[in-house]
């Protein structure tokens, strides 16, 4: 079960016509605790950013799930509320658990679509109750070392 933790890092950056401006953008980090998450997000974020940041938040967020897309266009992420109606054996009536996950795509549409297909396995009925686009910048799942390794081969 992933914990993950939504890390904003304010710094300044350089916009496409050379003007500075100070952003602060939201990431997705894999953690066991806010100190985890901050020490990780400060690591991948280093080679990308010059000059000085801070990790200006964290916070718990709640996904279930996630859906991530290895297609070059699948640049913004998705928040979904998925409903799942099951039916209570005793009463006989319908019962509603909400959950949320996140999806990579390009736009709305391939966002549901990209849920529909990663959803497909699933046993339970379900609706989709909302689907937005969220600031998150990138995702950084949590890799053992060894994981690593056997990747970069």
Same mark, same amino acid.
């Given at each position: ?17 050379? &003007?500075?401006?100070?952003? $602060? ?8 605790? !806010? ?5 990780? *997000? ?5 080679? !990308? =950013?010059?000059?000085?940041? #801070?990790? %200006?938040? +964290?916070?718990?967020? $709640?996904? %279930? ?17 998925? =409903?799942? *109606? ?10 509603? #658990? %909400?959950? @949320?996950?996140?999806? @990579? ?13 990663? &959803? ?6 379900? @609706? ?7 600031? +998150? &910048? ?10 690593? @390794?056997?990747?970069?081969?």
């Amino acid at each position: 079960m992933h914990t993950w933790f939504e890390c904003k890092i304010r710094y300044e950056k350089t916009m496409e016509n050379g &003007m500075v401006k100070k952003v $602060n953008e939201p990431y997705l980090v894999d953690a066991l605790s !806010f100190t985890e998450a901050e020490a990780r *997000i400060i690591e991948e974020i280093t080679p !990308f =950013v010059t000059g000085e940041f #801070t990790v %200006s938040d +964290i916070k718990r967020a $709640n996904y %279930s799930e996630l859906f991530p897309s290895e297609e070059e266009a699948a640049d913004k992420w998705f928040k979904c509320k998925l =409903v799942f *109606i099951m039916l209570d054996e005793k009463s006989g009536a319908e019962k509603k #658990t %909400s959950t @949320q996950v996140l999806v @990579q795509a390009a736009d709305l549409r391939d966002a549901v679509k990209k849920l529909d297909e990663g &959803m497909k396995g699933t046993m339970a009925d379900y @609706q989709i109750a909302m689907v937005s686009e969220t600031a +998150i &910048m990138d995702v950084y799942p949590f890799h053992a070392e060894g994981e690593l @390794q056997k990747e970069e081969k």
